[in-house]
């Protein structure tokens, strides 16, 4: 009786492969593969960020929602991709239009209590000053000012390219960043409404701030920074935005909680749930966020802390719902998208009607 294939000293040798050496190379040819569409996808993902950042486009979640359902059309998930990521964008358009009117309540903005609160946490000193002190230049051009305003102009990037990793290899964790991010929009928002914050350059221009000589402590860095940015880009006087963010007014007061370090600092937890080890990357760029918009004077160390501390209870709140509440959520979240995917449908019937032979 004939014996089943063995690996033999040829095969071990060099010589031809049996079967069952085939059959143990399949998963590492398939691990293989996997990280060789992570590396592509992600490389996709940073050049289209930075060709958008140089041609001075906006970096918007629309645009960036339209540059990821082309790579999912080549990969055979294009409808999908429709279904998941229109809800998702809609409701992000939704809360930048709501968080731009949430400074027009009338409530009293806080200006002194957060420098107050801002020195209690931090030993009597000013986080941004004491950066600015130590890191700025006294003339020529402020380098590091540059690189925390890219950082800054960067906002929306990292929570769609978290998103769209997470819906690429982890599907279900997908639908959790969505609803913590979410929550995490919204509890901001409340809290804008509520508690408008001014942040240090607001103070500093109010005369809050004001050492010894009669000027401020500390400076605004962003602007002139973006001077020289687009002026080195080229794109000086004609940075644009997408048509459905062209309308939305900025909230000068919502520095409390800062949502560019909660942002990252969601991405941080949910990554390091999903990938392990390799989520901690995202807790190094959280860092450098911080950094970022306190030495440019945009947030106050505390809307750092606060930011973080929003963060993890909207993750803690997603990841730890009682199941009838996450079946229910999930059956909320399917209709949103079944129904964001009828009106697609209809949209290309009508489509083909106009177009001779029924082919648009």
């Known amino acids: 009786m004939p014996a089943g294939p063995t690996v033999g000293p040829q095969a071990r040798g060099g010589g031809p492969a049996t079967a069952e050496t085939d059959l143990r190379r399949i998963p590492k040819l398939g691990q293989r593969n996997e990280r060789l569409l992570m590396v592509t996808l992600l490389g996709y993902a940073l050049l289209v960020v930075l060709t958008m950042f140089q041609r001075g486009l906006a970096i918007t979640p629309d645009v960036l929602a339209i540059s990821f359902g082309l790579t999912a059309i080549l990969i055979g998930r294009g409808r999908l991709f429709f279904r998941d990521w229109v809800p998702f964008i ?42 600015q002190e130590a890191l700025r230049p006294a003339t020529g051009v402020d380098q590091l000012a540059m690189l925390a305003t890219v950082v800054y102009m960067i906002h929306f990037a990292l929570p769609l390219v978290t998103g769209y990793v997470l819906w690429i290899w982890r599907r279900p964790q997908f639908y959790d960043f969505v609803a913590a991010l979410i929550l995490l ?34 400076a605004y860095l962003k602007p002139a920074a973006f001077e020289m940015l687009a002026d080195s880009l080229g794109f000086h006087g004609r940075y644009l935005y ?47 966020v911080s950094f970022s918009v306190i030495y440019t004077g945009d947030h106050w160390i505390i809307d750092a802390f606060a930011g ?28 949103v998208a079944r129904r964001a995917e009828q009106a697609h449908e209809q949209a290309w019937d009508r489509l083909r009607s106009m177009v001779p032979g029924g082919r648009p």
Do not use: C, K
């Not at 009338?106 to 420098?115: P, S």
């Not at 969601?266 to 080890?277: C, I």
């Open 185 to 218: 929009s919204l509890a901001g928002f409340m809290t804008y409404l509520l508690v408008p914050a001014a942040p240090p350059w607001f103070a500093a221009n109010a005369g809050v701030l004001d050492g010894p000589d009669g000027t401020p402590v500390l």
């Open 242 to 288: 997408s048509f459905a963010f062209a309308g939305v007014n900025p909230n000068l007061v919502a520095a409390f909680p800062s949502l560019h370090v909660a942002y990252p600092f969601l991405t941080f937890l949910v990554l390091r749930r999903a990938f392990g080890r390799v989520g901690w990357l995202a807790l190094g760029y959280t860092i450098l």
């Open 308 to 335: 973080a501390a929003y963060a993890y209870v909207a993750y803690y709140a997603v990841v730890h719902t009682p199941s009838s509440l996450r079946r229910r959520a999930e059956t909320s979240w399917a209709g």
């Open 90 to 131: 809609a409701l992000l358009l939704a809360y930048e239009l709501m968080r731009g009117v949430a400074d027009d309540t009338g409530i009293g903005v806080h200006i002194e209590d957060m420098v107050v609160a801002d020195r209690l946490v931090s030993f009597g000193a000013i986080p941004t000053q004491v950066l």
